[in-house]
């Protein structure tokens, strides 16, 4: 929702609450019948005063369940539901119709649209561009002055663009650009490769000046992985998360040296675990940012990143979890830490490993791959001894464990590996195998 404030005469300013707009929102609605996705479009709802949000019966007859929260749209293909042609008068939404029209060839038998003779005097002749386009698609049109019927075949699709990709005029016509555009969101060959190519996308510059920038970020970050690792102390999350992102160049982060840094700048500044307001006053003094070096993101404070031998002293492993319990500190890392996919991503990474605590339960409760690693408690202690480091690694771990904000669990729905028996490169084989598995769905 956009709202802006209108000076009327007697100068003072009212704000106007302007709805998202319907019909962008059907190409984003739509995508399930393009892809297996789950769409959401912000702001949007079943009472809005647009005609074209009406657009949602439609796709409904399709087989997409659309549903609304007071956050927006959500629109997905039902499990096991096929995808059935439509028969529909748009007479009443009728910019949508371009949308359905273009994915009628994804649809199981003939699509049947009527009421739209008007169309025919609109940008272009839309009946006819997009009953031409279709059939370069090697789909069966037939065209009346109101009516156009569509019969899909797929065969067909696969055939035409066999070695090259379908050139597909636009017309001048926004809706044709972008309704098009959906389409092409379907992987038909199975190999992610481009099988239609869009003649002048610009068009969109009318309505929508950064749909197609839109929608291939919305392709990076459906196959983007991001796989979150959390565990106790010395359960292995670092080596297994370093060994992960070497093996498929994913960007390293290691949350549990953001933590460690802050402690360490907080005790620097001569603040306790315990006061509260001396906490908030320091964090206020501190600003966070990432320097990427190898392939590890490490977390600079006031634009220096603290030296590793200052994260591990004795006092930092002694107040780690004490200043890590404290919410306002927990919130302050919370964004930083949401926002290193998208530095990851802008560095060209094949992907984000996360390691933590809270990393599939709070910072990527939706990320589809989430791990919960465990060691004996004689093994972990061993692992730390081996290393030379004095730590309560017990200690710790109760108090993660019971702290009331974000504690340490693990998170339902992740996987949990007991590596007390396994290598190093066990653990790492097993979790590469499980992203490409995931790459591959
Ligand atoms: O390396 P080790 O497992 O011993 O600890 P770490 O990962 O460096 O984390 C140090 C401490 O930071 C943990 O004991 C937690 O108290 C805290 N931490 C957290 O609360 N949440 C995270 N996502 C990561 C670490
Ligand atoms: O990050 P976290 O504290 O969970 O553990 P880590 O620092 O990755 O691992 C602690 C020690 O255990 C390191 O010296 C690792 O080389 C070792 N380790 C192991 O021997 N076998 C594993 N499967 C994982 C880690």
């Given at each position: 929702v956009f709202s802006f404030g209108v000076p009327p005469a007697g100068g003072d300013t009212r704000p106007y609450a302007i709805e998202p707009d319907a019909t962008a929102a059907s190409y984003f609605l739509s995508l399930p019948i393009a892809a297996p996705v789950c769409a959401g479009v912000g702001?949007?709802?079943?009472?809005?005063?647009?005609?074209?949000?009406?657009?949602t019966g439609a796709l409904r007859k399709a087989g997409v369940t659309v549903s609304f929260t007071e956050k927006g749209g959500l629109a997905a293909r039902a499990a096991g539901e096929k995808l059935r042609g439509v028969e529909e008068n748009?007479?009443?939404?009728?910019?949508?119709f371009l949308t359905l029209a273009a994915l009628a060839p994804l649809l199981k038998d003939k699509t049947v649209l009527t009421?739209?003779?008007?169309?025919?005097?609109?940008?272009?002749d839309r009946l006819n561009a997009m009953a031409t386009e279709l059939r370069k698609l090697g789909q069966k049109v037939e065209e009346t002055d109101d009516t156009i019927v569509i019969t899909p075949d797929r065969a067909a699709l696969a055939r035409l663009s066999k070695d090259a990709p379908v050139a597909i005029a636009t017309y001048k016509d926004h809706r044709m650009a972008m309704s098009f555009g959906i389409l092409g969101c379907h992987d038909l060959h199975g190999d992610g490769r481009a099988w239609i190519a869009i003649e002048d996308p610009a068009c969109c510059a009318k309505t929508f000046p950064y749909f197609f920038d839109v929608l291939e970020h919305m392709r990076q970050q459906a196959t983007f992985p991001v796989v979150a690792i959390d565990g106790g102390a010395a359960s292995g999350k670092s080596s297994t998360a370093r060994g992960l992102s070497e093996r498929l160049n994913l960007m390293h982060v290691d949350t549990g040296s953001h933590y460690r840094a802050l402690t360490y700048a907080l005790l620097e500044a001569g603040v306790s675990p315990d006061d509260v307001r001396g906490i908030e006053a320091a964090l206020g003094r501190l600003k966070v940012s990432s320097v990427v070096e190898g392939r590890s993101s490490r977390v600079a404070l006031n634009g220096t990143v603290p030296e590793d031998a200052c994260l591990r002293t004795e006092s930092v492993n002694a107040n780690v979890s004490k200043f890590a319990a404290v919410p306002q500190v927990r919130a302050f890392l919370k964004d930083y830490q949401r926002g290193q996919k998208d530095v990851a991503c802008e560095r060209g990474f094949a992907g984000l490993v996360m390691e933590g605590r809270?990393?599939?339960?709070?910072?990527?409760?939706?990320?589809?791959l989430r791990f919960f690693l465990e060691a004996d408690q004689a093994v972990r202690a061993a692992r730390r001894a081996a290393e030379g480091q004095t730590d309560a690694v017990a200690d710790r771990d109760r108090m993660d464990a019971t702290r009331k904000t974000a504690p340490l669990t693990c998170p339902e729905g992740a996987e949990r590996i007991?590596?007390?028996?396994?290598t190093l490169e066990e653990v790492v084989a097993h979790l590469a195998s499980r992203v490409k598995t995931w790459r591959d769905r």
């Open positions: 702001g949007i709802c079943a009472a809005m005063l647009q005609g074209d949000i009406a657009y748009f007479n009443a939404f009728s910019d949508t009421g739209l003779a008007h169309t025919r005097h609109q940008e272009t809270d990393i599939g339960s709070v910072i990527f409760p939706d990320a589809p007991d590596n007390s028996r396994m």
